[in-house]
C-alpha cells in the first residue's frame, strides 16, 4: 500500500518572500544603472570624440532609467485613487450609457454623490493626459519630479539641453565637437545628482552582482546599511570623475564667444554684400523676414519700418551673458545659461551661415 508524506511548499505569494524578491530586484536595477556610470567613466578616460559621444548618450540613458522609476514610485503611491478614480467614471459612462442593461446594473452612490467623489479624486491623483507625457517625454519625466520636489529645479534646464545635445548626435549624427568634453563632465556631474536623488529601495547583498555595483557596499561591521547603496555610489563616482569647473567655465565661454563673434561678422559680410548698399542693421532683419514679405525684400524703407524680435541690441547682449559666464561659480547655472543662450541664438545663426554660404556660392561661380 502506498502512503504518501506531507509535501510542505515554500509560500512565496507571503509578505517576507514578496520583500525578498523586491530586495533582490532592487539590487539588480541598481547594478543596471551603475554599470553604464562605470562605462561611461571608462569612455571619458579614454578622451575621444567617439568614446565621448558615446558616454554622452549613455549618461542620457542613465538619467532617463533613473527618472522613469522615480517617476514610476510617484505614480503608484496615487494607485489606489488612480483605480477608485477610473470606476467611478466608468460607473457614470455606464449611467449616461443608451444600453439600458448598462444602466440597470448601474448601482451605488447617486448622481451628486458621484461627481463629488469624482471631482474630489481628481485634485489627488495626475491626470491620464499628464502620466502619458511623463511615461513618453524626456521632459515630461524633469518637470513631473520638480513638481514632486524630487528634483531640484535649478538641474531642469541643465538636463533638457543636454538631452537636446543627445538627440542632435543620436538622430540627426550632429556632434558639438568643441565643447563635447565639458558637455560629457557637466552631465556626468548632474547624473550623479540625479543618482543621489534615487531611493530603489531596500537592498540586500547578492553573490551574483558584478564589482561595479559591490564596491560601492559598506562591509565593515557596524556599517552596513543597504539604503546608502545609491549615495555613495554617486559620491564616489562624483570624485572619481570629477569637474573641474575652471576648465569647463573656460571652454564653454571661448565657445559661445568665438560663435558670437562669427555671427556678428556674419552679418557684417551680408551687409558688405548687399547688392543696392544697406544700412547697419539690414542684415539681421533680412534674416527674420518671412519669404513671402515681397515688399521687405525689394524695399529697403519698408524693411526697416518692420518691427521684428531680434536687433543687434540682442547680438551686443548676448556676448555681454557670454563674457559673464567667465564669473559664474555655480555649475548649473552656467550651463543653464549656457542653455538660454543657445536657444537665443541658434537659429539666427543658423540662418546667417546659410545667408554667407549663398553669397560665396555666388562668388565662386563668377
Not at 111 to 140: P, Y
Not at 158 to 187: F, G
Not at 318 to 325: G, H, K, L, Q, V
Amino acid at each position: 500500500m502506498l502512503t504518501t508524506q506531507p509535501v510542505h511548499y515554500r509560500d512565496d505569494s507571503s509578505a517576507g518572500a514578496r520583500a525578498e524578491r523586491g530586495r533582490q530586484t532592487a539590487m539588480k536595477r541598481l547594478e543596471l544603472v551603475v554599470v553604464q556610470f562605470e562605462e561611461v567613466k571608462r569612455l571619458i578616460e579614454i578622451g575621444r570624440v567617439p568614446q565621448l559621444r558615446l558616454a554622452h548618450i549613455l549618461l542620457d540613458s542613465a538619467v532617463e532609467l533613473i527618472m522613469h522609476r522615480m517617476a514610476e514610485a510617484e505614480l503608484d503611491g496615487e494607485r489606489y485613487h488612480f483605480d477608485r478614480l477610473e470606476n467611478l467614471r466608468r460607473l457614470e459612462a455606464m449611467r449616461k450609457s443608451d444600453n439600458p442593461l448598462h444602466r440597470r446594473f448601474a448601482t451605488g452612490p447617486s448622481d451628486d454623490q458621484l461627481r463629488a467623489e469624482i471631482k474630489e479624486l481628481e485634485q489627488m491623483v495626475t491626470s491620464k493626459g499628464k502620466r502619458k507625457k511623463v511615461n513618453d517625454t524626456f521632459g515630461g519625466k524633469i518637470d513631473f519630479l520638480v513638481e514632486r520636489t524630487r528634483l531640484p529645479g535649478d538641474l531642469a534646464p541643465v538636463l533638457k539641453k543636454l538631452h537636446d545635445y543627445r538627440n542632435e548626435t543620436y538622430h540627426r549624427d550632429q556632434h558639438r565637437v568643441e565643447v563635447i568634453r565639458p558637455a560629457v563632465l557637466i552631465y556626468f556631474d548632474a547624473a550623479c545628482t540625479v543618482l543621489d536623488l534615487y531611493e530603489p529601495g531596500v537592498l540586500i547583498g547578492d553573490g551574483s552582482l558584478g564589482p561595479e555595483l559591490a564596491r560601492f557596499q559598506d562591509t565593515l561591521p557596524g556599517h552596513h546599511d543597504p539604503f546608502e547603496v545609491s549615495h555613495r555610489a554617486a559620491k564616489q563616482l562624483r570624485e572619481e570623475v570629477g569637474l573641474d569647473l575652471a576648465a569647463v567655465r573656460a571652454a564653454l565661454v571661448d565657445h559661445l564667444l568665438g560663435r558670437l563673434d562669427d555671427l556678428e561678422s556674419g552679418l557684417a559680410y551680408i551687409e558688405e554684400n548687399s547688392v543696392n548698399g544697406a544700412a547697419p542693421g539690414d542684415a539681421i532683419r533680412i534674416m527674420q523676414t518671412d519669404d513671402g514679405d515681397i515688399e521687405a525684400i525689394f524695399d529697403d524703407e519698408v524693411l526697416r519700418s518692420r518691427k521684428y524680435p531680434l536687433t543687434m541690441k540682442d547680438v551686443k547682449s548676448w556676448i555681454e551673458r557670454a563674457t559673464a559666464m567667465g564669473d559664474m561659480d555655480d555649475k548649473h547655472a552656467l550651463f543653464a545659461e549656457l542653455a538660454a543662450l543657445e536657444d537665443a541664438f541658434e537659429a539666427l545663426e543658423s540662418k546667417v551661415r546659410e545667408a554667407v554660404w549663398r553669397i560665396d556660392e555666388a562668388a565662386n561661380m563668377r
